[in-house]
């Protein structure tokens, strides 16, 4: 089989272009595919005009089915669904600060030895809560008490001294927010590098099992001329009753394989549809071949570049940041309750509204009040909890790029084992192509028997099975090796940037 090593332009923007990088060391990051951003909708696939019930066929190159599985893969709808509920996070914590309108209304009765009494009253209140735990409050309400009528405005300001003072403890519900929309954002950033690494695994063995399958097909197309070239040659005395049965056995098998190559073909397609959102009753075909483009790296020069790229590293480093500030939130709730309070009023009283509303007097106060208990016992052990947090959190990161460095170490050798294969595989090749040649060469000057040939056909299939495994296996690998350095995917700076 002549060689279709050739380099490959490229594999889904850039998954397999990475010929910037000399072997043993890595001159440049490799190119990476453009991350999409949570979309607002997903849009569905472009379709032909066809009738609703009518199959529709498709063919797509790898760089089109990355394109479409991130537009259309139902579990990746579900990870931007997340990013758009942490977005709503963000506006209900926000609306804490928001400028508040309160309508007031209250009615009732009250009776004691002096008799009873009705009441009613409304009024409205604006207020307003500030980053450093301060509540202002303009009102005004008027309230009947029996034949009594009160009317009056004024302004009530509450700032805490210990306890809620401070921008970090008030406004800790909209940074948790912030902080889940940055997380969700990278959660979904990382699960897209998912999604193209399976879209790569699944194209390529799509191409694995069509190349299989037609040498299946091959083969049992050859074994078939076997059979018949041996039932003549019986007839004629030049072969033995062994020669036929021999060659029945070896098309049934040589049928067997085909059998199995259609099904895992088959099986790799609807995989391969799943991922890109498309229904069982479209018909999906790709563009490609075997083509590939060879590089290599040094195992410093990977670990360096997941060190500066993985979002999960990122994360769990603005992990530990967010645990401290959750432990001072903390720290401050075991400070007792202790508020100034000031307020100012002008009011008036009267037989009724009109005499109650000129508001001829007033009314200040400036006091603290404080409510609190004493031994807070739940918050001295919420603060003994987020001191653990923070140290769990360290450790989390030392763990984790432990475990990153593995994985490079892991994909950089899967990379090199694959590379070797190839060359050994097609040395393999070679080899029963030379087999095949000289038990041909025995066979039709009558030398050798139908068994050698038929053997010396079955290597040749196996050893091109195997090198097209090779083959598609170190271009997934490629892929693999990229998402774990974090240069799969390109996503927004500000996911990669510490909080």
């Known amino acids: 089989m002549p060689c279709r090593l050739a380099a490959l332009a490229s594999v889904a923007l850039a998954i397999c272009t990475l ?42 190159g790898l760089e089109e089915s990355i394109d479409l599985a991130l537009r259309n893969n139902l579990s990746l709808m579900n990870a931007a669904d997340q990013v758009k509920r942490s977005e709503f996070n963000i506006r209900a914590a926000a609306a804490e600060f928001e400028v508040k309108v309160t309508p007031r209304a209250s009615a009732g009765l009250s009776g004691g030895s002096g008799g009873t009494s009705t009441t009613t009253g409304g009024g409205l209140g604006v207020s307003k809560r500030t980053g450093i735990g301060t509540r202002g409050e303009i009102f005004g309400e008027t309230t009947r008490t029996g034949d009594t009528n009160r009317t009056g405005t004024g302004i009530e300001l509450t700032q805490p001294l210990l306890r ?3 921008k970090t403890v008030n406004e800790d519900f909209l940074l948790d927010a912030r902080f889940g929309a940055l997380s969700s954002e990278r959660s979904y950033a990382m699960f897209q590098e998912g999604i193209v690494v399976s879209v790569v695994r699944a194209f390529y063995e799509i191409v694995r099992q069509r190349e299989i399958l037609a040498l299946n097909d091959k083969s049992a197309r050859r074994t078939q001329g076997h059979l018949e070239a041996a039932r003549a040659r019986e007839k004629v005395g030049l072969a033995s009753r062994i020669d036929v049965l021999r060659a029945e056995i070896q098309l049934r098998q040589a049928q067997d394989n085909l059998l199995a190559a259609q099904e895992a073909s088959g099986d790799a397609v609807d995989r391969f549809r799943i991922l890109l959102g498309f229904g069982p009753q479209d018909n999906v075909e790709i563009d490609s071949d075997l083509t590939y483009n060879e590089f290599a790296v040094d195992a410093q020069g ?3 570049l997941a060190l500066a790229n993985r979002l999960d590293l990122v994360q769990a480093r603005d992990e530990i940041g967010e645990s401290e500030r959750n432990l001072r939130v903390a720290r401050n709730n075991t400070l007792p309750q202790l508020d100034l309070v000031v307020g100012y009023e002008q009011y008036g009283t009267g037989p009724g509204f009109s005499s109650s509303s000129r508001l001829n007097e007033s009314a200040w106060s400036v006091g603290l009040s404080t409510s609190t208990d004493l031994r807070r016992t739940a918050q001295r052990m919420y603060y003994e909890q987020a001191k653990l947090d923070v140290e769990a ?7 984790l790029g432990d475990t990153v460095a593995r994985e490079v170490n892991d994909a950089l050798r899967r990379l090199e084992r694959n590379r070797k294969r190839i060359d050994i595989q097609k040395a393999e090749m070679e080899h029963a192509q030379q087999k095949l040649k000289l038990a041909r060469i025995k066979f039709d000057r009558g030398l050798g028997d139908n068994f050698d040939l038929m053997s010396a056909e079955e290597d040749v299939i196996r050893a091109e099975t195997a090198w097209i495994s090779a083959v598609t296996d170190y271009i997934v690998s490629q892929a693999e090796f990229k998402k774990a350095v974090g240069t799969l995917v ?10």
């Open 302 to 304: 990977a670990l360096d």
């Open 490 to 499: 390109e996503r927004p700076s500000r996911l990669a940037k510490p909080q």
């Open 164 to 166: 809620g003072l401070g």
């Open 393 to 399: 959190r360290e450790r989390n990161l030392k763990l």
């Open 19 to 60: 010929g910037g990088c000399t072997r043993g060391t890595i001159q440049q990051q490799p190119a990476a595919i453009p991350v999409r951003e949570a979309p607002a909708a997903a849009p569905a696939a472009a379709e032909p005009d066809a009738a609703p019930d009518e199959a529709k066929t498709f063919r797509f």
